[in-house]
């Protein structure tokens, strides 16, 4: 089975601190991705990569960034947070494409990391 | 861009009764198709996908699902619910990037809740 681990169920972060957020799957997928699900808004892409080192900002990516120096750890970082980054943060996996047809389109989700800035 | 429609954002019904959750989507191309569920406190689990051939999918805990193309739908359905079905359900599209996989757009979920 695919593992995708969040390092924190909850956080509780000031304003103005740096907050970490890190991300460990298993299965050797080279996509990885971090959304942030609010009521009524569903899950909203924050960054996305695709490889070692790359990245790509997804619909909402002001106020964060993102690290990915190994394949299988992606890392989420609020330089300095802010009470409207309070939120549920979700990481997620998948292979690309040519590997297992179009399961490359499956994302695998971690369990999610609570965050709430004070 | 791409776009999803969860048209309920609370369902209530009872155990055993039947279920129908609505799923609209917005796609320039053929669309991949996905429901998450998410219990209380946890992360998303796929319940199904439709990339393509048969419209009438089967997932996993008794779910399945119809693409209707005509209607831009993706409707999730269940005979007969139980009370563990209570949870958010989130319908996805997914659209492809350079190659190596797709990003997926969600919608803005839909809260199950089971009366006894």
């Known amino acids: 089975d695919v593992k995708v681990t969040q390092s924190s169920r909850y956080l509780v972060k000031r304003t103005g601190e740096k907050v970490f957020l890190e991300c460990v799957q298993d299965m050797d997928h080279e996509n990885m991705f971090w959304y942030r699900q609010d009521p009524g808004l569903g899950l909203r892409l924050i960054y996305f990569?695709?490889?070692?080192?790359?990245?790509e900002k997804g619909d909402i990516p002001e106020g964060y960034s993102v690290s990915r120096e190994k394949k299988e750890r992606f890392s989420l970082i609020l330089e300095s947070a802010s009470t409207n980054q309070t939120s549920m943060y979700l990481c997620a996996s998948s292979p690309p494409h040519g590997r297992g047809g179009k399961r490359g389109n499956i994302q695998y989700f971690g369990a999610g990391t609570r965050l709430s800035v004070l | 861009a791409q776009s999803v429609t969860q048209p309920d954002i609370h369902i209530t019904v009872s155990e055993g009764a039947s279920l129908e959750l609505r799923c609209n989507y917005s796609?320039?191309?053929?669309?991949?198709l996905f429901w998450y569920v998410q219990s209380p406190g946890q992360g998303l689990q796929l319940l199904l996908k439709?990339?393509?051939?048969?419209?009438l999918v089967q997932g996993i805990k008794g779910f399945e699902a119809e693409f209707k193309r005509s209607q831009s739908s993706f409707n999730l359905r269940k005979p007969s619910v139980h009370w563990s079905d209570a949870a958010e359900y989130f319908c996805?599209?997914?659209?492809?990037?350079?190659?190596?996989?797709?990003?997926?757009?969600f919608g803005g979920g839909t809260r199950l809740m089971v009366k006894p």
């Open positions: 996805a599209v997914g659209s492809a990037f350079n190659n190596a996989g797709n990003m997926l757009t």
């Open positions: 796609y320039g191309a053929t669309p991949y």
């Open positions: 990569s695709y490889d070692v080192k790359m990245k």
């Open positions: 439709y990339f393509s051939g048969d419209t």
